[in-house]
């Protein structure tokens, strides 16, 4: 019988191979833990129980679009995949866009979101590491706009043509970036179209956004007016606040109307819970009572004490005709 041995040179150059392999599998491992690690920061000592979690508000300085993170006062946190963004309503339970899109490379080319403000809340989560330990951030929820900047004062210079108005004098137009959706409202907190300015030049307007100064334009994000939609041969109806306690049981609804083409405010406002009807002339919900309405400037205030059930909507209309609808802001 025969047998087969390996050459000493040959097991040298196997034994040599293997361990290049080992090493090269080794610095692969290496890097990867470093690529998982590049959002931990070294720190001191781990968190206790009551310090696992944070809150940044800050400028954002910088994002890593692969690893899908942002930087603002400077620390790094992670957005995970299943999270979305928030840029329209902070106060909002899910976001509204995903961070792909937020941080989408033409959108970027044309106004980037590094220079402006992020709020975002999440967990902290610590390990051990050789050195020390090392504590990393994970979001939960994540706001981000291009600034808040704000001007208040007299609305004038509607231009219907080219989509502008003036607040102040200054240039506003309604921002055009589909990331940061705009809301142009009336004194209902109903969304209108700049053609719905004209006829309220010189009254007071609210507009939040960012300001250019390149353009000496102010591009809005909501800005709120004291526009009063009516139609022809009717009053106008705005429910300017709607608040329900479940604590007391009690509804608070007031509001504002305007006067018809012959000059006259209603008397009084029914006001219904539940919104508009299907053809929004009136209201679909019961009456739960009516609310005079002041002479001299159209204002009204409505309070249910002992309410058997807070609506999540309420109507009023006015018989000469004008109808709003305004969803209750429910609170203990």
């Known amino acids: 019988m025969k047998f087969a041995f390996s050459s000493p040179r040959a097991t040298r150059k ?16 290496v890097q990867a833990a470093a690529q998982q690690d590049t959002t931990c920061t070294a720190v001191s000592s781990s968190p206790t129980a009551d310090a696992s979690v944070y809150e ?8 890593d679009r692969t690893n899908r993170t942002i930087t603002a006062n400077g620390m790094t946190f992670t957005i995970p995949a299943t999270l979305l963004v928030k840029t329209a309503d902070l106060d909002a339970t899910v976001g509204n866009i995903t961070f792909e899109a937020l941080t989408d490379p033409t959108a970027e080319a044309s106004r980037s979101i590094v220079g402006g403000s992020v709020i975002s809340t999440g967990n902290i989560t610590s390990s051990a590491t050789t050195t020390g330990n090392c504590i990393s951030f994970v979001a939960e929820s994540v706001y981000v706009e291009f600034a808040e900047n704000v001007l208040a004062g007299t609305l004038s210079n509607v231009n219907v043509t080219d989509n502008s108005f003036r607040v102040n004098g200054v240039l506003v137009r309604m921002n055009t970036d589909a990331r940061f959706p705009h809301k142009l409202m009336d004194a209902g907190g109903n969304e209108i179209a700049i053609s719905n300015l004209v006829g309220f030049e010189g009254t007071l307007v609210s507009a939040e956004g960012y300001f250019d100064a390149t353009l000496n334009t102010l591009f809005g994000v909501a800005v709120e007016t ?10 106008g109806v705005a429910i300017t606040f709607a608040q329900g306690r479940t604590g007391d049981n009690e509804l608070r609804v007031s509001g504002t109307n305007t006067r018809n083409a012959q000059n006259v405010f209603a008397a009084s406002v029914a006001i219904h819970a539940g919104g508009l009807n299907t053809t929004a002339t009136g209201c679909a919900g019961p009456q739960v009572g009516s609310a005079a309405v002041s002479q001299l400037d159209g204002s009204w205030s409505f309070r249910q004490r002992n309410a058997s059930t807070i609506p999540t909507k309420v109507c009023a209309v006015s018989p000469l005709g004008g109808v709003a609808e305004r969803v209750v802001d429910i609170r203990n």
């Open 226 to 235: 004291e526009v009063i939609v009516q139609q022809a041969g009717k009053d």
């Open 14 to 29: 196997s034994f040599k191979l293997g361990l290049l392999m080992a090493a090269m599998m080794f610095m692969a491992a």
């Open 56 to 63: 940044v508000e800050g400028k954002i300085t910088a994002y």
